[in-house]
């Protein structure tokens, strides 16, 4: 068993009409996907809208998501930023706050070398005995971490996993058999619902997911049938592939998922700026893709 589970979810960040974080919409949300196949939530990923988020606001989210789930799931935060004195501050609180694996995202904008990236992963590392999952998002930081840096950070005991935003198929396979035997172990999971299964095809055990706040289910699923049959989670793959294009690419992330799940009646609210809220006419199209794909509230 992957050691978070086949599926992940990035959850949203609840906030109220008047943009304050929404803890008791959090504990609800948190319930939703426990009960729907969720086995470890991520609090402020960047679909959590971390940007945003002050930090007592990301180690209040935390605590009452571990309020809601208990010992039903697993709890891992998001602590890296573009400066690694910040990183480690944060990392440096993640267990004693509660979190039972923190979540490390590529420097953003500053474009660190491949050096730089290294130092950066391992002096954060250093500051925690909780279990690190490296986020590369190339798309959202500049900078993608090279196969020869994920495969010399796999041998800090205590950096297990990555989770991959590139969706590079061929390299993901040689990350894999670089990394078998790691020191800690080390996994790779998904970043992209919609590259999930070719990913489980290379060597990834899981999915960091959005569209399982409603499909959390199908989700394990295409986990499952990807063991041992294929046909089976192909043919659920391309019946939600539809719904994964529409949640993520007609307005920015999760300005998309909060409307359906606002639409839903789960907890959601508004985004914070500078995101702007889907319009109806959105909502009504990721609404209309996810009935499509059989995912009925």
């Known amino acids: 068993m992957p050691r978070f589970g086949r599926v992940v979810t990035a959850m949203v960040t ?4 008047d943009g304050s974080a929404d803890l008791d919409g959090a504990r609800t949300l948190a319930e939703h996907l426990v009960s729907t196949g969720t086995e470890t939530i991520l609090v402020a990923g960047t679909t959590g809208e971390s940007p945003t988020l002050t930090d007592d606001e990301v180690w209040a989210v935390l605590n009452a998501v571990n309020d809601a789930v208990g010992d039903r799931a697993m709890t891992m935060v998001g ?4 400066s690694t004195a910040r990183t480690i501050a944060a990392t440096e609180q993640a267990a004693d706050r509660g979190a039972d694996a923190v979540l490390l995202v590529t420097p953003y904008y500053n474009k660190p070398s491949q050096a730089g990236l290294l130092a950066h992963f391992s002096a954060a590392a250093g500051a925690t005995e909780l279990p690190v999952v490296l986020y590369d998002i190339p798309a959202r930081t500049a900078r993608e971490i090279a196969t020869d840096t994920l495969v010399a950070l796999a041998q800090v005991p205590n950096i297990v996993a990555v989770k991959d935003a590139v969706g590079d198929l061929a390299k993901l396979g040689t990350v894999f058999n670089r990394t078998r035997g790691a020191e800690g172990g080390f996994e790779i999971y998904s970043g992209d619902d919609i590259n999930f299964l070719p990913m489980l095809a290379v060597g990834a055990v899981g999915i960091v997911s959005v569209a399982a706040h409603v499909a959390g289910q199908e989700m394990q699923e295409i986990a499952r049938s990807a063991d041992g049959d294929l ?19 007609i307005e920015p ?6 409307g359906l799940l606002n639409r839903r009646g789960l907890p959601a609210g508004p985004v914070r700026p500078p995101l702007a809220a889907a319009s109806s006419e959105v909502v009504d199209r990721i609404a209309a893709a996810a009935r499509d794909a059989g995912l009925e509230p």
């Open 14 to 17: 609840p906030f109220t009409a």
């Open 79 to 82: 602590t890296g930023t573009n």
């Open 231 to 249: 046909a089976k989670a192909r043919e659920l793959h391309l019946r939600l592939l539809p719904f994964f294009e529409a949640l993520m690419t």
């Open 253 to 258: 992330s999760p300005a998309g998922v909060k």
